[in-house]
């Protein structure tokens, strides 16, 4: 999508040099760009790639340390659980409606879709990591 996105850009504006700019660009762009970073997020989240503000939590005795890393997770997993849930609720209605977008005249919904599919992922990666860190909080 990055790819895309890129080869799409660029295209974009040495055609404009010659008065002839791709219809739709913008928006293509837009909705790659809604999708890598949907998609990013599990991969980054499975990774440990996220910003953690770990200075503080470091400090703390390790039992609060593996409380914080329970509530956290659960805590994200429902939200992005919430997200996923309400990203097909809106696709499905933009479905249904027949949503459009402006220049392209093209379906909003798959992308929506996909955004949903992006947060589910995520959503199962940190239930994944709560589980990790219930069976070692349980193993002790």
Known sequence: ???AMMVLTSMDVVLRYFRHPI???YE???FLSALAISFALAYTSLEKGHIAVEFLIDKLPRNIQTGFDLVNSLVAAILFGTIAWQ???HGH???IKGEVSA????PVFPFIYGVAVGTALLCLVLLFDFSKTMKRVLGK
């Open 23 to 25: 219809p739709g660009t």
């Open 93 to 95: 209605q933009l479905m």
């Open 103 to 106: 220049t392209l005249q093209m």
């Open 1 to 3: 999508m990055i790819v």
């Open 28 to 30: 293509i762009v837009g």
């Open 87 to 89: 990203c097909v609720l």
